[in-house]
């Protein structure tokens, strides 16, 4: 029955698809039932042999024939909207042209060997084309495709045009997407969740939730990863997550696409898979731009233009099919039974003489660019006013519940801390049972809360310093384009991570409290407890602070310990804080560690007889003990929103890295490389 449906003419195909996936999940049907053909005698429309097959309940479904026709019929009507909203949005996307002319990019500093890093390019990249860029590892091609995608750097000399205008930056931003060459997702999430807070993100408000679950299942559908919707990203592929990759960024449907390097990695089957999808993309009307390294010449055949550097200087411009022509009037024929690609890669590196003649020549052959009036003028383009598509109230929303989704499926963030609060709790309980906190056991006491605070400081910083940094990496990606703001991140970050930071230190507190048969009292037990709360939040965020300065999660860890030991040592356990040298004194003050193991020791002895003598006295404190106590969660509090803030600046100038349009009209890059911190 199901194969009758499918190859009706007047059935679409993708309304099969969807219909097949609710057979398979609502129904006895299995895969096989589906996929068998029909009977030889039982053409479609035939009834007879169809009513014999469902007597003998070959197919048996809960699902009957009037059922399923309106079930297809409605199917059918919603694949109609889908490709409504498809044209819709094709008539409103503008045609992009984009051109370069005699861009030239230097280095910073400029030495004999290198000069140019690229020197006077000029192209032009129709709509409704892909174009490769290729060349050596020193041809200048990343550096080429960031100058034109506006990500990282700006000519030092030239001019880009959008429809014979100049590039408006911030403009710009609204209708171009660039994809970075490695994936930026997050690994807990899957498929279909990937795709549906991007939509959020990127679709406008006004849209309904069930238009942007169409548009989902449209684009999810349209690459082929409808049998991985429910697999988690980090279950998937290296090519799958590329497609997933590209799926998230065309969510906007913008008209002129960026790619580095698409295919790394990548056999010669998927390359060229991905590949064909980018030309299909671009035979929609967009403009589709991506780096390439070698690849078959299958592959390139599909791309419209080529563009062949050398030394930062381009050596060709075209179709693929006239490179062998144009390198045969050079007198550099490619021998037979060799890869064209690999010959004109030969030809970049210098391994059949200089290539600055050809360039030269190159740049002489060059017509000068002829403006389209056809195409609508860039400040026409019709794109929303403001810097991001929805409001900084929505994309904390989006975020706050995309972050929990993660934080909760990532085994390093919960599972991990809460075996190590469980086990350490029972642990530490069990080795100082029933201490109590007589005068005989004072130093015991004082043991356990060092070891206590040393326990939920790195219970609550190691695995910051695992993640962070690969989140770090997501977040600069969607930044980058316009999906949300540093501060929706941020914050949604910090409300995201802060029920488990609460439930943890106060379970520890529940445990060994009682356990060690504290002071029977509530104050002093909800004091122990803030502490507890309030040393693991600090500990949290000098951990996000730490590891927003570091690219990967070695360099987090190796920054945080050597950041933490100082701050254990000075506390004033295992060094009597008036032994330590004078030059080396005033770092006690800058020691959160110490201020929560003072304040634990505060709240515990300050009713007792011995307390000022034996354990508050050596510490320097002199009466006014619960003044002094809650100075200290005030100066935790004070650590704990400066680390914020710290982590918060240190966000803010991460994305200021890419240009700002202040640099653009100064000519000049001036990276501020922040991670030499």
Same mark, same amino acid.
């Given at each position: 029955l199901f194969s009758a449906f499918e190859n009706s003419s007047t059935l679409s195909k993708t309304a099969a698809a969807m219909l097949r996936e609710r057979l398979l999940t609502e129904s006895s049907v299995t895969a096989t039932d589906?996929?068998?053909?029909l009977l030889p005698s039982s053409p479609l429309g035939a009834g007879e042999a169809l009513d014999e097959e469902l007597e003998t309940e070959t197919v048996r479904s809960e699902f009957s024939v009037a059922d399923l026709g309106e079930e297809f019929r409605r199917l059918e009507e919603e694949q109609a909207r889908m490709v409504a909203h498809q044209e819709m949005m094709r008539e409103m996307r503008p045609s992009v042209c984009l051109v370069a002319q005699e861009l030239t990019l230097e280095p910073k500093k400029q030495t004999v060997m290198c000069r140019h890093l690229v020197k006077d390019v000029s192209a032009t990249f129709q709509p409704g084309t892909v174009t490769a860029l290729l060349g050596a590892p020193d041809?200048?091609?990343?550096?080429?495709?960031?100058?034109?995608?506006?990500?990282?750097?700006?000519?030092?000399?030239?001019?880009?045009?959008?429809?014979?205008?100049?590039?408006?930056?911030?403009?710009?931003?609204?209708?171009?997407?660039?994809?970075?060459?490695?994936d930026a997702l997050l690994a807990n999430l899957t498929v279909a969740e990937t795709v549906q807070f991007s939509a959020e993100l990127q679709l406008p408000e006004h849209f309904t939730p069930a238009s942007k679950a169409n548009l989902v299942k449209e684009v999810i559908h349209s690459v082929g990863l409808n049998r991985v919707t429910n697999l988690r990203v980090s279950a998937l592929s290296r090519g799958q997550r590329k497609l997933l990759t590209l799926v998230v960024e065309l969510l906007s449907d913008p008209p002129l696409v960026f790619l580095e390097y698409p295919t790394t990695g990548f056999d010669a089957s998927t390359s060229f898979t991905v590949v064909r999808m980018l030309r299909q993309l671009a035979r929609s009307g967009r403009t589709v731009l991506c /780096?390439?390294?070698?690849?078959?010449?299958?592959?390139?055949? *599909?791309? =419209?233009?080529? $563009?062949?550097? %050398?030394? &930062?200087?381009?050596?060709?411009?075209?179709?693929?099919?006239?490179?062998?022509?144009?390198l045969? /009037?050079?007198?550099?024929?490619?021998?037979?039974?060799?890869? *064209?690609? =690999?010959?004109? $890669?030969?030809? %970049?590196? &210098?391994?059949?003489?200089?290539?600055?003649?050809?360039?030269?020549?190159?740049?002489?052959?060059q017509q000068p660019y002829a403006p389209d009036n056809s195409l609508t003028p860039q400040s026409q383009f019709p794109f929303h006013s403001g810097r991001y598509v929805t409001s900084?109230?929505?994309?904390?929303?989006?975020?706050?519940?995309?972050?929990?989704?993660?934080?909760?499926?990532?085994r390093t963030l919960t599972v991990n801390p809460a075996l190590a609060v469980f086990c350490g709790s029972f642990l530490l309980g069990l080795s100082y049972f029933r201490t109590g906190y007589d005068a005989e056991h004072v130093h015991d006491v004082e043991g356990f809360y060092f070891?206590?605070?040393?326990?939920?400081?790195?219970?609550?910083?190691?695995?910051?310093?695992?993640?962070?940094?690969?989140?770090?990496?997501?977040?600069?990606?969607?930044?980058?384009?316009?999906?949300?703001?540093?501060?929706?991140?941020?914050?949604?970050?910090?409300?995201?991570?802060?029920?488990?930071?609460?439930?943890?230190?106060?379970?520890?507190?529940?445990?060994?409290?009682?356990?060690?048969?504290?002071?029977?009292?509530?104050t002093v037990f909800f004091k122990v407890a803030l502490v507890y709360i309030?040393?693991?939040?600090?500990?949290?965020?000098?951990?996000?602070?730490?590891?927003?300065?570091?690219?990967?999660?070695?360099?987090?860890?190796?920054?945080?310990?050597s950041i933490s030991c100082p701050l254990v040592l000075l506390a004033g356990f295992l060094v009597v804080l008036s032994n330590v040298p004078v030059y080396l004194r005033w770092l006690q003050w800058l020691s959160f560690f110490r201020y929560s193991y003072e304040a634990l020791l505060l709240a515990v002895f300050h009713d007792t007889s011995y307390g000022d003598e034996l354990v508050l006295g050596p510490l320097g404190f002199q009466g006014g003990v619960s003044d002094h106590w809650d100075l200290h969660i005030l100066l935790l509090a004070v650590f704990y929103v400066s680390f914020l803030v710290l982590m918060f600046v240190v966000l803010r100038q991460a994305a200021k890295h890419r240009i700002s349009a202040k640099k653009i009209k100064s000519r000049r890059v001036k990276l501020n490389v922040w991670t030499s911190v």
């Open positions: 589906m996929d068998a053909p041809a200048g091609v990343p550096e080429l495709l960031s100058m034109l995608a506006g990500v990282d750097r700006v000519p030092t000399h030239g001019t880009i045009l959008i429809n014979g205008q100049p590039r408006d930056l911030p403009l710009f931003r609204k209708y171009s997407k660039f994809l970075q060459q490695n /780096s390439m390294h070698r690849e078959s010449t299958r592959v390139f055949e *599909l791309f =419209d233009n080529v $563009l062949l550097m %050398a030394h &930062g200087q381009s050596l060709y411009f075209g179709p693929f099919d006239q490179l062998s022509q144009h045969q /009037s050079k007198n550099l024929g490619c021998p037979p039974n060799h890869s *064209l690609v =690999d010959f004109a $890669l030969e030809v %970049a590196s &210098g391994e059949h003489g200089p290539t600055a003649p050809l360039a030269l020549s190159w740049r002489e052959q900084r109230v929505h994309q904390m929303r989006v975020l706050i519940k995309r972050n929990l989704k993660h934080l909760i499926r990532d070891v206590a605070t040393v326990l939920l400081m790195f219970v609550s910083t190691l695995p910051v310093a695992l993640t962070f940094p690969d989140e770090k990496r997501v977040f600069m990606a969607e930044h980058k384009n316009n999906l949300y703001g540093v501060r929706a991140a941020f914050f949604a970050k910090v409300i995201a991570d802060t029920p488990f930071q609460l439930i943890f230190p106060f379970f520890f507190a529940i445990v060994t409290y009682f356990m060690l048969e504290q002071p029977p009292s509530g309030m040393h693991t939040l600090t500990s949290r965020s000098l951990a996000l602070a730490i590891s927003s300065f570091s690219q990967t999660a070695s360099q987090a860890i190796a920054l945080q310990l």
